[in-house]
């Protein structure tokens, strides 16, 4: 991934990721890669600075969306990954993110 390198690019959010049993793959393995863990993930977040801290929040990651909590000196960030897939409504997309907002505001985030 050279652009990674010649860009100094922090976090990547990458859609539909080449999976390889239920990991994103062709990835180096010095980035820390955050995917669901369940099924084939269309959502995942890439962190590739290890001066940040990250985290996957697994309770509201899901195949299709993954939350990463983002933490860089005294900076907190709550990043949400998410695939919309066209077959379903956008009004189903909408209530899912709203829920994970909720869930998210409700654990102090």
Do not use: W
Not at 38 to 59: F, H, P, W
């Amino acid at each position: 991934m050279k652009i990674i390198e010649e860009e100094k690019t922090d976090i990547i959010c990458i859609q539909e990721p080449y999976t390889f049993q239920i990991k994103a793959a062709g990835l180096l393995k010095k980035y820390k890669t955050f995917t669901s863990r369940e099924g084939r993930c269309r959502a995942s977040v890439v962190a590739t600075n290890n001066q940040i801290d990250t985290m996957l929040i697994e309770k509201l990651s899901d195949a299709d969306r993954v939350v990463v909590e983002i933490i860089k000196g005294n900076l907190k960030i709550i990043l949400v990954s998410t695939y919309f897939d066209r077959e379903n409504l956008m009004e189903h997309h909408s209530k899912k993110s709203k829920r994970c907002c909720v869930t998210l505001k409700e654990q102090g985030y």
